[in-house]
Nanobody
Framework: QVQLAESGGGLVQAGGSLRLSCTAS????????MGWFRQAPGKEREFVAT????????SYADSVKGRFTISRDNAKNTVSLQMNSLKAEDTAVYYC????????????????????WGQGTQVTVSS
């Protein structure tokens, strides 16, 4: 059974940092783009960041660019999201996702392009 498991969420004050991790099991995603999305209460799920299979190409939402960094370790089948300078508006449930297919071209930024999802981890930023 393929699973993506997020960890590292929690409560942090504005200006603080958190590091989210996502570990895949059941199959390897070392040839797939992986990404992070988030969903705040009453809002649609939105793209946060994505990374290509080798880790040398990334893409970020404008709202997090310069503050968040996505990385991956294919040997450990993990993807991480380092979040710095957190703001209250970053409060959301954060989801890890994997495309599940070998990907060529522009990195995927739409949730419909990802076929595997984790259960999510809550990030709460207090102002």
């Amino acid at each position: 059974q393929v699973q993506l498991a997020e960890s590292g969420g929690g409560l942090v004050q504005a200006g603080g940092s958190l590091r989210l991790s996502c570990t895949a099991s059941g199959r390897t995603f070392s040839r797939d783009p992986m990404g992070w999305f988030r969903q705040a209460p009453g809002k649609e799920r939105e793209f946060v960041a994505t990374i290509n299979w080798s880790g040398d190409s990334t893409s970020y939402a404008d709202s997090v660019k310069g503050r968040f960094t996505i990385s991956r370790d294919n040997a450990k089948n993990t993807v991480s999201l380092q979040m710095n300078s957190l703001k209250a508006e970053d409060t959301a449930v954060y989801y890890c996702a994997a495309v599940g297919l070998q990907w060529i071209g522009v990195l995927p930024r739409r949730s419909t392009q990802y076929n595997y999802w984790g259960q999510g981890t809550q990030v709460t930023v207090s102002s």
